[in-house]
């Protein structure tokens, strides 16, 4: 299971960090409470394999810098072993934004959808990750939760996208390094990459 990155495999460590502002206040009683806005994206930093391509890589750095990209969004090992999945399934009846589950229909996907499981809808960009397994070898509908709630309604009949079909729409990160440090003359490297999810 490997990723890239502008056409760079991407190496370990890998950080994924789901960026949901939370704000705390002490009562009186010394009693917490905690709030959130119900805003979240996703923010990933990794390094890449001293490129064999690195003009396109110098110049992804340079040019529309300022623009989306788009990559595989990548599973945790362990999830992507355990997927039996064998389709992208599709959603069962209309789904409003604010919900943190979706129905899923039994007759055309079968197998396992594991916890930890990064996916995405067919009719809008943002990625969500599955909070408990979803065994799709069912005689009924399933129901699977999902993380964070959905940020956009989601129509009967749209496809829940999953392994390499989900896809991450990314800025990067602007205090990453516009440019490219060569080690000795033929190695390159691009440093640490930030990326955040755009939403």
């Known amino acids: 299971m ?65 623009q989306t990209s788009t990559m595989i969004m990548p599973q945790l090992k362990a999830v992507y072993e355990a997927t039996t999945a064998n389709n992208n399934p599709i959603t069962v009846g209309d789904k409003a934004s604010g919900l943190n589950s979706i129905v899923l229909d039994h007759t055309h996907t079968t197998g396992l959808l594991p916890k930890g499981s990064f996916v995405k809808f067919s009719n809008h960009d943002k990625v969500y990750v599955i909070t408990a397994n979803v065994n799709l070898d069912s005689n009924v509908d399933v129901t699977a939760s999902i993380y964070p709630s959905l940020v956009a309604a989601v129509p009967n009949g749209s496809y829940m996208q999953i392994l390499d079909n989900c896809v991450i729409t990314y800025f990067r990160d602007i205090s990453d390094l516009r440019g490219i440090t060569f080690s000795d003359g033929i190695l390159s490297d691009l440093g640490t990459v930030n990326i955040v999810e755009a939403l």
Do not use: C, H
């Not at 206040?25 to 994206?41: G, W």
């Open 2 to 66: 490997k990723y890239y990155f502008e056409g760079a495999e991407i190496l370990a460590p890998f950080t994924i960090v789901s960026n949901e502002p939370m704000f705390e206040v002490d009562t009186v009683s010394l009693k917490k409470q905690r709030t959130t806005q119900d805003a979240q994206r996703w923010e990933m930093s990794f390094q890449v394999i001293n490129a064999d391509n690195p003009t396109d890589l110098l110049l992804s750095t340079l040019v529309d810098f300022d």
